[in-house]
């Protein structure tokens, strides 16, 4: 009888131990909790989809816990102040911010900062500098890179137009700064500057008028991709696609089909995928106590008829999507 | 090490022959497609527009089969220099942009198969695949007048490397003869050069795997190179962690060898106390009923095992010992007390005939006052003799009764004899057994004043001494040489004093039976200088045996 226990409690202390041994063996060391709140989930938006691919690739990688959340409108930096109040109640180890706007932001990213959350901006920046780094694209080195093509493709007689995206923009003047800079002393061969609040309809009008009011125009520099598509759209339509080139900013669809066209004779693009990853890469760095640099520059590319197609950058054009 | 490799070579061999199988269902369709009468016809036969319609209904119904039924075909079409084309379901149309440099790429090759890339042939399609193309010949020329393709589904070749990649630290990645990356599971993390692969390393690999050291991590790698497609593909564990979660599972073994061992330590102590301990009773209540202590020897507790009922036949045994015993020393008493009785219940009968014979001659001398003296003596000493209520007797009846026998014989002896008693007050009241003094008076009288010519003196004393009781019985007869002392309490001397009824010997056999050795009669004597006997008797025993 006692002997029956006795081997009851032996069987029972092994499967325990074997079970507490177990358990130990597969804990994992230590799990930070981030919350990624990009400016917006659009399936249709490349940027943001492999920026958010990029993170996500960068968790599993690195054992983070990541939650996401994202207004529906790129433009909505109400919601988007309501999440991240949201993401500070959730009290996570690190918040991974697109912020939509460079001042309505800013209290909320305030906030963050006080609950000792580590904030970590991409792609975008607010007016206030409390995060611990940020992620984006050096806009000037890329217009800079734009203007340096658009030199290549200039004859003495070339007039040049840029749509740029939203006045008084950070990125846009920066984009503008680099594209001047690119074009060195054939900048004086801008002949108008017009900014189409990111809007297809308004680059469309706006290129319309340009061609109208300046026949000669041979080069057009979109700033983002509302402007360069728009404008492209107008000269498509008004068949002028083999008198004027235009060169674009950032991906999508359309524009590489207008590049296949033709229509477009390059495009930069952006490395949002990039920005995803490496912003959980230094949210991660900064929660093991190790220090990054305040600004990271996630690069950009010049994509061209030649190099779309090549290996490298088809990946970065069009991203694997489930069906 | 070994054994990982043999692992990964029949995971990587197997998506291998997977790879192949689709490749070769691909070729088939290939085959079958570029070799019908009716893609030849519609392509190369000059037709009337009806007869090409119903052609191109026939092909489109066919490649739209294949579309349809086969999840792993994304695309199947044929293009011809002309720009014909014949696209999947017929609701397809060619992107014109990329067609001259897709015929360029292929361009003198029967067949070619493609790495994987995105589908930009067809407008708006944009797919991942991975494409066989195969030309069409002319049948009049013999030259190339078109291609067929066909796009296998990127997603089954990523599926079966992830299907088959086990755990974190395995991955599967497919590299084509040129190693350009076929698949990776982070292949966009290569491109933007967040990460870097061996490429060239696996590319200049001879053997079917090596081992390449990261920043301290070993990583093994294993592969194995498709005759069919070429494709190198490659198995990549991460060494250090199958060190590591080896070394974990040792830990965790060692872990629970201890853990049992501990508890095996622990079993062991129990079980064992559980089996000694009642064992260690029942040795010490052994030892106990060794020593006599039958009392204390019986053992209260009692398990229910082995050991219980050998306890329990312990105990049994015990108290029937100890009933034995009991009734062993009952009856060792009885047969004493009827030794004693016997040895106690005599009187001599000689001296009972010498005595009357005495008050006989007496009487007739008409010496009435002696006779009546003699015959209460003799009637004091058969009185207390038969008086056998009782085996105890106080001192003071001792005393008297050897005082009546000494009269007897003083009278007897004339004035041979003479006596003396002596008693302490404190010991007349102490009991002793009766019938010890007459005895050795009788012996001092026959061996010793007997033979002596001149008045005999026996002189009793009697007193106490460190906690016991010391009698003298003195003669000045003529005392007994050694020999004779040490004969004196031998059977035989005392069956030779038979004469006088109870002799030495009774009475030490009786003090000794009675009070236990160290007490009972001593002598000193010497020849001719008289005879002390002592006896020695401890103080009365509270209760009277008998």
Redesign the interface.
Known sequence: MRLRYLLLLLLAAVVGSALFLYGRSQEKKEVFDIILIPKVIDCDSDFWTQLIDGAYMAAEEYHVRLRMAAPEEESDYERQNELIRWAISEKPDAILLAPISYAENSQAVQMIVENKIKLILVDSDVDIKVQETIIATNNVLAGAAEGAYIKELLDENSQIAIIGHVKGSSTAMEREKGLREGLGEMADRIVDVVYCDSDYNKAYELMMELMETYPDINVVAGLNEYSAVGAARAIRDMNKADEIQVVGFDSSLEEIQMLEEGLFRGIVIQKSFKMGYLGIQAAVTILEGKSVPADIDSGYELITQENLYLEEYQKQLFPFREE | MTNSIDYTLKLINQVNRDIDSYISYMENISSLVVHSSDVQNYLFEDLPEEGREDLYQRIITQFDAVVETREDIANIAVVASNGESIINDGTDVL?E??VE?YLDSIAGKEISLS?S??Q?LIK?N?K?VITLSRSIQSPFTYRQAGVFFIDLN??II?DLCENNSMGSNWYIFILDQEG??IYHP????L??G?EEERIQQVLACSENHFVANEGGENKLYTMSASEKTGWIVVGVANNLDLMKSRK??Q??YL??AA??LM?AVL?AA??SA?VTKPITRLRNSMKEVEKGHFESASIKEIS?NEIGSLSKSFNLMTSEIKNLMEQNTHVQEQKRMLELQALQSQINPHFLYNTLDSIIWMAEGNRSEEVIIMTASLARLLRQSISNESELVWVKQETDYVKSYLTIQKMRYKDKLEFEIQMDQDILEQKIIKLILQPIVENAIYHGIKYKDTKGLIRISGWKEDGCMLFEIYDNGRGMDAEEMKHIFDKNKSREAVRSGVGIYNVQMRLKLYYGEGYGISYESRLGEGTRAYIRIPMSRKEGKG
Do not use: D, G, M, P
């Not at chain 2, 982070?186 to 993390?189: N, R, S, V």
């Open positions: 992107n942009y990329n440099r790495s890339h995105v930009n708006n944009y991942w990127y997603r990523r350009k990356i982070k292949q966009q993390l491109y933007y967040l974990e599972t830990k965790l872990y629970t853990v049992l508890i079993l129990f079980i559980a229910h």
